[in-house]
């Protein structure tokens, strides 16, 4: 019964292809977000979405793009992938008025070649 | 530009004993602090929190200080046990940020039996 789940856990692709992760959470939140942990450890935002609606979109290429079909899911599309891509990426969801504690999976590591 | 600074990177203790890791920040504007515990393979979870009009939360063995004057926040864990062995992230919300969550660069935990 994972609470936040996203697909693939590994993904190995090549510099310039498409590729998307699938999140969806069974908590019944409100708000889902796209985390990045960086070769340097950092998290950073990259996205949030309440209820469907984009409400944080941080400084990320145009080449990310969120999709949120409905409030269960929030899916992350990167077009041309490139090298520096490579990273770990989390989902996360909460729950409205405890927007900090949030709940992650357990993250999709993207190799780039 | 680090606004959450976790210096450092790893930190051996023995079982029973105190754990203390450390956490600075320099945005005097955060009002909500968390920790964050990560295993291998998995996401984040959330462990203890504190508001900034606070300077200390407790749950059972895990304990955060805040000290505000200093811009400086401590989580003990005591008494440490092998099964607290981790990386903790420190993290940081500014006012409103729904969501958006400053996280320092993690300290790894390792508790010897």
Known sequence: DTAVSQTPKYLVTQMGNDKSIKCEQNLGHDTMYWYKQDSKKFLKIMFSYNNKELIINETVPNRFSPKSPDKAHLNLHINSLELGDSAVYFCASSRRGFAEKLFFGSGTQLSVL | ?113
């Open chain 2, 1 to 113: 530009d680090q606004q959450v600074k976790q210096n450092s990177p790893s930190l051996s203790v023995q079982e029973g004993r105190i754990s203390i890791l450390n956490c600075d920040y320099t945005n005097s504007m955060f009002d909500y602090f968390l920790w964050y515990k990560k295993y291998p393979a998995e996401g984040p979870t959330f462990l203890i929190s504190i508001s900034s009009i606070k300077d200390k939360n407790e749950d059972g063995r895990f304990t955060v200080f805040l000290n505000k004057s200093a811009k400086h926040l401590s989580l003990h864990i005591v008494p440490s046990q092998p099964g607290d062995s981790a990386v903790y992230f420190c993290a940081a919300s500014p006012a409103g940020s729904q969501g958006n969550l400053i996280f320092g660069k993690g300290t790894k935990l390792s508790v010897k039996p």
